[in-house]
């Protein structure tokens, strides 16, 4: 028998602030920070799993990991692979660690970096990327690793193996046509908040030229300045010179984009406020912005708020703008009850601020049955390798489908990890493939070395250490 022996944790911080990477009209300083944990076991078991923050706060984090992490030691990894719903709800059960969440902030993206952790070991020792263990497992077994706990009004158990069974013969074709085609991605990185009109103008054509046609822009500091970033960014985006040599526009009534206000080029556009704003200002000052048609308005106000993004999404009806939110709903239920009041057109799963893949699992199954697409978030260090295997598992296993999903791709920081996600000549993710890599998340200890706060390299030099 094997037994997890012992963990190590990191502060990775990267000095994004530097370039103004990741600031929208909320967070106006981000420094992308990994809160990292490596989980070993006897026989050389290692399994690495990190969540996101952006800076300050992060020691924080790394304590508590520390705390949940401790609940692993000792016990055999095979009887948690047997049940990873159960090793989830062992793992947020601390009796004493609930109180101060529970199953939100602080506590609960520490338990997603040490359920991702434990996730990444499975895949490993399955020999497997952590999309293709998952895809493999039967209903019954894809089911029992699913966080169940407080959404079964939503969705039973009985219906969620009822639609996993439903899907079952498909799996291999749709699996064959994603390692074929790639899955369809989004770019962010052109349109931070802190960038200047000349950098935004390079940065789209730079993606248009790569292939995508699906851009977001942040808004919400100033509605002129959106205005005017926004009318560039379709200049660019919908004209049919700066095409990849060779592509043909997009049909804008074509399935995939019907509904996304797409442009005669097919290229859609997205905005993200970040939280701004109260409800009435949302609906106000996305109305503001109607003439750069855009498919939908994210985060348009506080993220705990359900029926105010049903409210926004009502009075938006009319202009044909869609909600989507997710990346700050800090679990399950969170989702459960945006899907219930019909207030989102968009779920953006985050990897790491819901607990870890059997939370998402549960939000996946829940997505699917209410007809929405899922389309995670990954604005940070380490999101965009986590994100593409889930939503390869969203495609293959759960919702079947993802004609109308994209992915968000930012382009940073992927060179710390060993097996960096990577994107094709159609601006679509490749299928991560190595059957060594499982979550994807590993972090060169180099990286590590230089960036881990404060005492890395690079901060004993920037920062004298303090
Ligand atoms: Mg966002």
Redesign the pocket.
């Known amino acids: 028998m094997s037994k997890i022996t012992h963990f190590e944790i990191h502060d990775v911080r990267f000095p994004t602030s530097l370039s103004g990477d990741g600031t ?1 009209a909320m967070n106006t300083e981000c420094d992308y920070s990994s809160a990292y944990v490596s989980l070993f076991a006897s026989g050389g078991l290692v399994g690495h799993g990190m969540t996101f923050t952006i800076g300050r706060g992060n020691e924080i984090v790394c304590q508590t990991i520390a705390e949940l992490a401790k609940r692993l030691v000792g016990r055999d990894p095979e009887s948690l692979f047997a049940n990873m719903g159960k090793a989830w709800d062992y793992m947020c059960a601390d009796p004493q660690m609930r109180w101060i969440g529970p199953e939100k902030g602080v506590v609960h993206i520490a338990a997603g970096a040490v359920n991702n952790a434990l996730w990444d070991m499975f895949a490993r020792v399955r020999g497997k990327p952590l999309w293709k263990l998952v895809v493999d497992m039967t209903p019954e077994e894809l089911v029992d690793a699913t966080a169940f706990r407080y959404i079964t009004d939503a969705i039973t158990r009985e219906e969620a193996l009822a639609m996993l069974k439903a899907k079952e013969a498909g799996k291999k074709e749709r699996e064959a046509t994603v390692k074929e085609l790639g899955y369809p991605a989004y770019v ?1 990185s052109a349109g931070w908040l802190g960038y200047t009109d000349e950098k935004v103008a390079r940065l789209t054509k730079e993606a248009v030229a790569a292939g995508f046609n699906h851009f977001k822009m942040k808004v919400g500091a100033d509605a002129g300045n959106d205005l005017r970033r926004g009318k560039i960014i379709r200049s660019i985006i919908d004209d049919p010179q700066y095409l990849p040599a060779g592509q043909p526009p997009r049909d804008p009534n074509s399935p995939a984009l019907k509904g996304k206000n797409a442009g005669p080029t097919g290229a859609v556009l997205m905005i ?1 406020a ?1 939280q701004v704003w109260d409800v009435p200002q949302a609906i106000e000052y996305v109305k503001s912005l109607e003439e750069i048609k855009p498919w939908f308005i ?2 348009p106000t506080a993220p705990d708020d359900i029926l105010g993004h049903a409210a926004i999404r009502r009075a938006l009806k009319g202009t044909g703008i869609g909600v989507a939110t997710g ?1 700050h709903a800090h679990n399950r239920m969170v989702f459960k009850q945006l899907l219930q009041a019909e207030a989102i057109d968009v779920c ?1 799963i985050d990897s790491c601020r819901l607990a870890g893949v059997s939370e998402v699992l549960s939000v996946l199954l829940m997505a699917a049955k209410f007809g929405v697409p899922v389309c995670p ?1 990954a ?1 940070g260090v380490g999101l965009c390798e986590y994100v593409i295997h889930l939503s390869l598992i969203d495609y293959i296993a759960v919702s079947g489908t993802m004609e109308r999903n994209v992915l968000e791709f930012v382009d940073h920081l992927h060179e710390h990890f060993l097996y960096p996600c990577s994107i094709n000549e159609n601006g679509r993710y490749k299928v991560p493939s190595n059957p060594l890599e499982g979550y994807s998340i590993e972090m060169y200890k180099e990286s590590i070395a230089e960036f881990e706060w404060p005492n890395g390299s690079y901060w004993v030099k920037a920062k004298g250490g303090n």
């Open positions: 929208d962010t993200d970040n994210e985060e990346e953006q978030h604005g």
